[in-house]
């Protein structure tokens, strides 16, 4: 880097934000044949714009759908995966819906 007069200069780094080990063999769960009488999680990661929309899934959810119950979750870190007592607690359940408050 070459330093000029009267030039101020700025170094930036950029992060590469993809997870680099990537678990081998993970297949997709088999899709429900329905939601009636299923113990439902909505899993957040703690952003404002979540619960609003969360309020319209979770009454879809108990009155169109019939969901037997529906439990709201809240990740620690907005930016990382979840925690691993958090992922075994939703292990538990039927689905986990995942949203993003952006």
């Keep these: 880097m070459t330093v000029q007069p009267g030039i101020i200069q700025h170094r930036i780094r950029v992060l590469d934000p993809t997870f ?3 678990p081998v063999g993970f297949e997709l769960a088999a899709p429900l044949p329905g939601l ?8 957040s990661n703690g952003k404002v714009g979540v619960s609003r929309f969360y309020d319209h899934v979770e009454r879809m959810l108990l ?18 995966p979840c925690e691993a007592e958090l992922m075994a607690e939703l292990l538990g359940y039927d689905a986990v819906f995942s949203a993003v408050g952006d």
């Design 20 to 22: 680099e080990n990537a």
């Design 36 to 43: 009636e009488g299923r113990r439902i999680a909505l899993l």
């Design 63 to 80: 009155e169109q759908h019939r969901a037997a119950e529906v439990v709201r979750r809240t990740k620690r870190n907005l930016s990382a």
